[in-house]
């Protein structure tokens, strides 16, 4: 059996999508149009939402968004992922929420702590979302010593981890990058969060690992950050992808990727910078506009890996976001119509 071309390595979650009454965001305290990470207050609300609800089960965190988004734009069984849950009924819907989506999960599972979830509570058209890392937090390099999990790694063309398992498992990244390397695979990374370039226990780690980055995705709040940390006096999008491309590299140079939601996405590579236009999409359509950066990277690494030129990596990216964005969380049609 051929190995999958595209392997991602970040934070699993199970997403628990339920429409509430204003009741239940009273009791937990949730307001609609914000993210939260769980207090001991929220703890309880999972269970609730499963045992009063017609919850949906989605599998969510950012790296398993942008492979089930890939997966779906590609043949089958061309994706892998890898992460850690929990050994309990979440940790069971979660793998059959990614193996409904095609994408082949290969999860650390720990016995004591619960996998992690994401509460999405919908009020009208309204939502309000709530994380608990959960086992997500407890994943360990030495899952990767497991023989059949290395091989994966091994087996892969295109590795995508972003930023957010900085916080989890920086020597999981350097193992993978480093592997990437010595087999002249692409790796590739994201900026993910403004507080990844902000605390410097998670920027060090950052930096350590850039070398080693073939593409690194961003978005312009998330560049701006970046740049900040670096010091570079600049506000300017294009600046800062030229200045990141240009970063020390052990490999062959470095594509920067940054998306701008509706305005053009920016791309630098070799010394040049790039403008991709977004087409344009109808307002009244909109639904949510979480998942939209995952799914951009989805569709780009989807074509990435065919060995398709920038400019239909780019245009996949942008379909990608363009579907997800008109759905309710990160969820797709049955079939993708690109190109």
């Given at each position: ?58 599998a969510g965190g950012a790296t398993q968004n942008s492979i089930r988004v890939a997966q779906w734009m590609l043949p089958a069984g061309s994706t892998a992922y890898i992460g850690c849950i929990g050994k309990d009924d979440f940790g069971n819907e979660l793998k059959r929420a ?110 350590k690992a850039m070398p080693l980055v073939d593409i690194l995705f961003g978005n312009e709040d998330e560049a701006a950050a970046f740049a900040k940390a670096n010091k570079w006096d600049t506000t300017d ?103």
């Open positions: 059996m051929t190995s999958p071309a595209l392997l991602g390595c970040g934070n699993p979650l199970l997403d628990i999508s339920a429409e509430v009454p204003q009741s239940f965001l009273d009791k937990y305290d949730v307001k609609v149009n914000n993210a939260i990470l769980a207090e001991e207050k929220h703890l309880p609300m999972y269970e609730e939402l499963k045992s009063s609800f017609p919850a949906e089960f989605i990614v193996a409904a989506d095609g994408v082949a999960a290969h999860y650390l599972e720990d016995e004591t702590t619960p996998t992690g979830t994401c509460a999405v509570v919908i009020n009208g058209k309204e939502r309000g979302l709530v994380a608990n890392l959960g086992a997500a937090n407890k994943y360990q390099a030495s899952h990767l010593e497991n023989e059949s999990v290395w091989n994966v790694v091994k087996g892969a063309k295109v590795v995508y981890i972003a930023g957010f398992f900085l916080t989890v498992s920086p020597p999981s990244i350097m193992k993978i990058a480093s592997e990437a390397k010595e087999a002249n695979k692409t790796f590739c990374m994201n900026l993910s969060a403004a507080f990844l370039s902000e605390v410097p226990i998670f920027f060090d780690a950052m930096m999008i294009k600046e800062i992808a030229r200045k990141a491309s240009e970063l020390p590299s052990e490999k062959n140079g470095r594509m920067v990727v940054f998306t701008q939601g509706a305005s053009a996405t920016i791309v630098a590579r070799d010394g040049k910078v790039e403008e991709f236009a977004v087409s344009k999409i109808d307002p009244d359509q909109i639904v949510d506009t979480n998942g939209a950066g995952d799914a951009f990277v989805g569709g780009f690494l989807s074509q990435l890996v065919l060995g398709k030129p920038l400019e239909t990596s780019v245009a996949a990216g942008h379909y990608a976001a363009g579907v997800i964005i008109c759905r309710s969380g990160c969820t797709f049609p049955e079939k993708p119509s690109f190109p």
